[in-house]
């Protein structure tokens, strides 16, 4: 058996330990139990990662008991998918980060939260939900909530009383009336999310309800943002991610109206393009993630120069509808202490101008391996999604 040839946890590397928890946490079994049992005093994020999402491979309450129960879970993330699940919850003890996956009904819900005491919570793929008001009984310092298709939810009133940082609502149905949302005074932290399938959603901004306190905003998934103009509504903003429909470059000026504003994740068009006329330059921005759609095969880096005067490090992805794109760098030469990545989806990708930066400043990424390393990048760090189903 596999697990018989491996080495036993005490004379594991902290590189070799990840590996050995995945692997029985793949196999399941006894042995595999008694295998997870021995880390579970690890103190490595990513082992103890494993073994919390191990733990729909064995009897849940034994699980529960035997080993995550005496697993220090600041930091893991602990999904319940089941009614097993959910009632084993309630001998853990304390849960930072919980995720709630089914048609759990609030009376179900609410003990086990209740014990859990979860910082961050994400309730999903639940339609048994008219409205959260549960949530102010049992979890009423909650400070981070994500709801992740919740069919049947209809009435957002109570979160305005919760003391959240951060809300993100994902594949949410675009009926229910969102204006309670801007009574959540203390949110500094904000993700719409649209995964479905189909034409892509129409998000208007003005009818966004997010409190002007807001510092990190992000949009992602198959979204058009209309009227961004009403990003001014939230002066504080440091962060944005404008999500993956194209923003026509002449349309960015809006974002220097953001005096705060230091990190932006954006798909455009054209952004690789001399072209003639007024740009606003961001330069509060230091950090840029860029994806541009290109129908022409040489781009330049001068707009981007001019938009993103003082950024110490861009992270460019080159959409081309064609086999080979060639990027000159030239014009982002001067910029201080700035680290570039560049990648494309095309065959070939030809960098020039890299010599004019300093050595080691960029990292140009083959075909292939973007998707893992660079590009699209949306996300911030600072963003706590709910994983697509």
């Known amino acids: 058996m596999a697990l018989d040839l491996m080495p036993p946890p005490e004379a594991l590397t902290a590189h070799q330990a990840r590996p050995v928890a995945h692997t029985a946490r793949l196999l399941g079994g006894e042995h595999a139990f008694q295998v997870l049992r021995t880390f579970r005093e690890s103190t490595d994020p990513a082992v103890l990662q494993e073994l919390a999402e191990a733990w729909d491979r064995f009897d849940p309450r034994t699980y529960a008991e035997d080993i995550l129960g005496h697993m220090p879970l600041d930091g893991v993330q602990l999904t319940v998918g089941s009614p097993e699940q959910l009632s084993a919850l309630t001998g853990i003890g304390s849960v930072p ?5 089914g048609d759990f009904p609030a009376d179900e819900l609410s003990p086990a939260l209740r014990c859990a005491a979860p910082r961050e919570l994400t309730l999903e793929a639940n339609d048994r939900l008219p409205d959260v008001e549960f949530l102010l009984d049992c979890v009423p310092e909650l400070s981070g909530l994500v709801l992740s298709d919740c069919g049947g939810l209809v009435d957002y009133e109570a979160l305005s009383v919760l003391p959240l940082r951060s809300l993100t609502l994902q594949d949410m149905p675009s009926g229910p009336d969102l204006a309670p949302l801007s009574g959540i005074t203390t949110l500094r932290e904000a ?13 208007s901004l003005p009818d966004v309800p997010f409190a002007s306190g807001l510092e990190q905003l992000s949009f992602d998934g198959n979204l058009t943002l209309q009227k961004l103009l009403a990003l001014t509504r939230w002066p504080r903003l440091t962060s944005l991610d ?28 054209g952004l690789c393009r001399p072209e003639p ?16 759609y290109e129908s022409q095969a040489h781009c330049t880096t001068d707009e981007l120069r001019r938009t993103f005067p003082s950024l110490h490090t861009l992270r460019l992805h ?3 509808g064609r ?10 030469a001067g910029i201080p202490d700035l680290r570039v990545h560049v990648s494309s989806s095309g065959r070939n990708l030809h960098v020039t101008g890299a010599d004019a930066l300093p050595e ?10 973007e998707a893992a390393d660079d590009a699209p990048k949306r996300a911030f760090a600072w963003r706590r999604r709910a994983p697509r189903r």
Do not use: M
């Open 323 to 332: 086999k080979s794109s060639t990027v000159d760098l030239s014009a982002l």
């Open 360 to 369: 080691g400043s960029v990292r140009i990424l083959p075909r292939g391996q």
């Open 242 to 269: 404008l999500g993956n429909a194209p923003v026509p470059a002449r349309e960015l000026g809006v974002l220097s109206r953001l005096p705060r504003l230091r990190n932006v994740a954006l798909v455009s068009v």
């Open 277 to 292: 006329g007024h740009i606003s330059p961001l330069r509060a921005v230091t950090t840029a993630v860029v994806e541009t």
């Open 191 to 203: 993700a719409f999310v649209w995964h479905r399938r189909g034409p892509a959603r129409r998000l």
């Open 318 to 320: 080159i959409a081309a």
């Open 97 to 101: 980060l919980l995720r709630c996956v």
